[in-house]
C-alpha cells in the first residue's frame, strides 16, 4: 500500500466521497480522474507535490510519468502525446514555463488532438523562487484559454473542465495555480474517473503539424479564429460566475484565483452586501458578462494579485462601450502590485473605496509581542555540499586567492552564499552559473568558480560548458553531484539509475558529458574525504582552461532514508569535552548546525546529527576532540 493509493480510488463509492487534501494532491486526482495517459514535468515548488503523487500511483493507474530534463522537454514530450491521441498533462513551477515557453508558442499554432493541459504554479511574494512573474501573460501571448482555480476542489474539476475544453477547441489549456492554491489544504469530492489511454496513434499530417514559415502564416489565422470562438464559450462558462451577497448592491467586485479567497473572507468578516462576479475562465476575457457586470455598479473593484491584468482589460472595456463604472484597484493605488494578497490587504483597500473602519485581523485574538529570531535556512547537517564549499574555502586561503567571483546557480548549494562560506556572487537562473563564468572569465582577472548541482546541470547547465569549452573560456566547474533534485523533494534526475517511476533506468553520467563536450580536466572527488578534495581542487585551479569536478555523494536526506529502510542505525558524533581546546572552528568555520555552545562547553546534538563525520577530521577539527557517540 502506498500513501497515496486512495487517490486512484476508482470503486463506486469513493465518488462524492470527501478527501482532505493539498492542491497539488487535488490536481493529481484530477489527473486520475480524467484519465491522462502522459504526465511530464521538472520539479519545481510550488507545483513538485503534484510529481510526489503521479510518480507514486502511475504504474499502479496504468499512465506514464516522467521528470524530464527540463520544463521545454517536458512540454515536448507532453504536446507530442496529446498530439498522437493521447490525454497530456505538463505542470511547472512559474519560472519553468519561461524555458518551456519556445514549445508553448509552437503548440498553440499547431493544436493537439487530445486534450492537453499545461499547469503553471506561481509563486506570489517568492516563497521559493527567484522572481514573481505573473504567468497569466503567457495566455496573452500565447492566446490560450486560461482556468484560474480558488482552492483544492477547484483544481481538480477546473483541471476536468480544461481537458474537455482543450478537446472540444483542439488546442492546449493554461492552468494556473499560485502557491496558496497547490499549497492549501481543503475538503475534495471525488468523482468518477475517465479511462485512460495510455498509447494513441499519430496520424502524418505534415502541411499541418510542421511549422514552417507557410504553415505558421496559415496557423495563426486559424489560432485567432479558435481564439473568438473561446471568447463565446468563456461567456457561459460555468467557471465565470456572479455570487450576489445579500442581494448585492452597487459596488461589485471582480476577483479571480486565491485573491477571490482573501474577498470572501473580507466580505464575510465585513457582512459587505456585494455583488462578486468570480472569473475561473479568465483568458479570453468574457466581455459581455464583464460589460454588463461593470453597467450594473456605480463602481468596480478588481481584486487580483500580481499584475493589472484583468484591470487594465475592464478600463479598456469601459473606454469602448462608454461604462460609466469607476474601477478601482492597483492602478488607483488602492491595492499593492507585489507579493501575495491577504483578507487584511484587501479590507484595507475596501475599508477606503467602500468607507468603513478597517480592523487589522491577520493574527486574530493570538497577539504575539516576542519578536521571533531570524532563522535563514541553512545546509542541512551532513550535507555533502557543507563539505565541498569549506574544502574550497580552506583551499583559497592555502592559496592565497583574492576576489574570487563565485557564479552559483539554483539548488540547495546556493546557501553556500551565507556566512561563514561567502561562497556565491552571482545568480540569475537554472543553469547560468556557467555562462555567467565564462562571462566573468572574459571581462575580469579574477579567479572565477561556478558551483552547478546535478539536476541544474542536466536541466540547462550542458550548453554552458560546451560554449565555454568552444570559446576558450577559463573557470573552475564544480558539478555537486548529491544524486538527486533535492530542494524540491529528491526527485531523480538523468544522473541517477532511476525514473520518475521509480525504475531502473540508464545513469547519464556527467564526468562523460564533460568530457565530451572537451572540457580537458575532469576530476570526481567525495567532498567529505577533505585533504583529497582540497588537494584535488588545487589541482584545478591551477589548470589554464576550462577545468571540471564533479563532487559527488549522496544528500543527507536520501542516505538517512535509505538508512532507516535498511534499518541501519544513524549513530552520531560527540566532542570528548578533555580534547576540545575551544578553538570554535566546527562553530564558526565549519558550521553544522547541529553544534551548539552551551554551559562554556561545545556540544552536538545527536537529534540532528547525521553521523557524516567530516568534522572529525583534523582539518575541521585541530584536536581530533569529536569522537563517534559511544
Ligand atoms: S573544532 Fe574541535 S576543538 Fe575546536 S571547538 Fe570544535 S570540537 Fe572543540
Ligand atoms: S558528524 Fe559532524 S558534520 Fe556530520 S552531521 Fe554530525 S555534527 Fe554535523
Do not use: W
Amino acid at each position: 500500500m502506498g500513501d497515496y493509493d486512495f487517490i486512484i480510488s476508482d470503486v463506486a463509492e469513493e465518488e462524492n466521497r470527501k478527501h482532505f487534501l493539498l492542491g497539488n494532491e487535488a490536481v493529481a486526482r484530477g489527473v486520475v480522474e480524467a484519465g491522462v495517459g502522459v504526465a511530464t514535468t521538472y520539479p519545481g515548488t510550488p507545483s513538485s507535490e503534484v510529481g510526489d503523487v503521479l510518480s507514486e500511483i502511475a504504474k499502479k493507474t496504468g499512465f506514464y510519468f516522467e521528470d524530464s530534463a527540463n520544463e521545454i522537454v517536458a512540454l515536448e514530450v507532453a504536446a507530442a502525446a496529446a498530439m498522437s491521441g493521447v490525454r497530456a498533462f505538463v505542470f511547472m513551477k512559474h519560472v519553468g514555463l519561461n524555458v518551456a515557453s519556445d514549445a508553448l508558442m509552437s503548440t498553440s499554432y499547431l493544436g493537439t488532438k487530445a486534450g492537453l493541459v499545461i499547469m503553471t504554479a506561481d509563486d506570489p511574494s517568492m516563497f521559493s523562487s527567484q522572481n514573481e512573474q505573473d504567468n497569466r501573460y503567457y495566455a496573452e501571448i500565447a492566446r490560450l484559454p486560461l482556468v484560474e482555480p480558488s482552492n483544492p476542489q477547484e483544481a481538480k474539476d477546473f483541471l476536468i473542465y480544461a481537458y474537455d475544453l482543450s478537446e472540444t477547441i483542439g488546442g492546449p489549456v493554461l492552468l494556473r495555480t499560485t502557491t496558496r492554491v497547490s499549497h492549501m489544504r481543503a475538503s475534495v469530492t471525488f468523482g468518477a474517473r475517465h479511462a485512460i489511454s495510455p498509447k494513441g496513434a499519430f496520424k502524418k499530417d505534415p502541411s499541418n503539424l510542421v511549422i514552417l514559415p507557410a504553415t505558421a502564416y496559415r496557423k495563426k489565422g486559424e489560432l485567432l479564429k479558435r481564439f473568438a470562438r473561446l471568447a463565446e464559450m468563456a461567456e457561459n462558462s460555468k467557471l465565470n460566475r456572479v455570487e450576489r451577497r445579500d442581494g448585492g448592491g452597487d459596488i461589485g467586485i471582480i476577483s479571480s484565483g486565491a485573491a477571490y479567497n482573501s474577498v470572501m473572507d473580507v466580505a464575510e468578516s465585513y457582512n459587505l452586501k456585494l455583488d462578486i462576479l468570480k472569473l475561473g475562465f479568465s483568458n479570453p476575457l468574457p466581455e459581455k458578462l464583464v460589460a454588463t457586470f461593470l453597467k450594473e455598479h456605480e463602481g468596480t473593484i478588481v481584486v487580483e494579485e500580481l499584475d493589472p491584468i484583468l484591470e487594465g482589460k475592464l478600463r479598456t472595456l469601459a473606454q469602448l462601450h462608454a461604462i460609466p463604472s469607476l474601477i478601482h484597484g492597483k492602478m488607483d493605488g488602492y491595492l499593492p502590485y507585489s507579493y501575495e494578497y491577504n483578507p487584511d490587504i484587501v479590507a484595507n483597500a475596501f475599508s477606503r473605496i467602500l468607507g468603513f473602519a478597517f480592523k487589522e485581523k491577520t493574527n486574530g485574538d493570538l497577539q504575539i509581542n516576542e519578536k521571533l529570531p531570524a532563522r535563514p535556512p541553512v545546509l542541512c547537517p551532513g550535507c555533502p555540499h557543507r563539505a565541498t564549499v569549506y574544502a574550497m574555502e580552506l583551499v583559497s586561503k592555502q592559496l592565497g586567492l583574492k576576489n574570487v567571483i563565485y557564479s552559483t546557480d539554483i539548488g540547495c548549494y546556493s546557501l553556500g552564499v551565507q556566512k561563514p562560506y561567502n561562497e556565491g556572487d552571482y545568480l540569475l537562473c537554472m543553469g547560468s552559473s556557467v555562462g555567467t563564468a565564462a562571462g566573468f572569465s572574459k571581462s575580469t582577472d579574477q579567479c572565477v568558480i561556478a558551483f552547478i548541482g546535478d539536476s541544474t546541470f542536466f536541466h540547462a547547465g550542458m550548453p554552458g560548458v560546451v560554449n565555454a569549452v568552444h570559446n576558450g573560456h577559463k573557470f573552475l566547474l564544480i558539478v555537486m553531484d548529491n544524486r538527486t533534485t533535492a530542494m524540491t523533494g529528491n526527485q531523480p534526475n538523468p544522473g541517477v539509475p532511476m525514473n520518475g517511476m521509480h525504475e531502473e533506468s540508464p545513469e547519464v553520467s556527467i564526468e562523460e558529458l564533460v568530457k565530451a563536450a572537451g572540457v580537458k580536466f575532469v576530476r570526481t572527488i567525495d567532498p567529505n574525504d577533505l585533504r583529497n578534495a582540497m588537494q584535488t581542487l588545487k589541482e584545478a585551479l591551477r589548470f589554464d582552461g576550462i577545468s571540471a569536478i564533479i563532487s559527488k555523494s549522496e544528500c543527507a536526506l536520501l542516505r538517512d532514508d535509505s538508512k532507516k529502510r535498511n534499518g541501519e542505525p544513524i549513530i552520531p558524533y560527540e566532542v570528548n569535552q578533555e580534547k576540545c581546546t575551544l578553538c570554535m572552528n566546527c562553530i564558526r568555520s565549519f558550521s553544522c548546525p547541529a553544534f551548539y555552545f552551551e554551559g562554556k562547553q561545545v556540544k552536538i546534538d545527536s537529534a540532528l546529527c547525521d553521523g557524516c563525520g567530516v568534522c572529525s577530521q583534523p582539518l575541521v577539527c585541530g584536536p581530533r576532540a569529536i569522537e563517534v557517540k559511544r
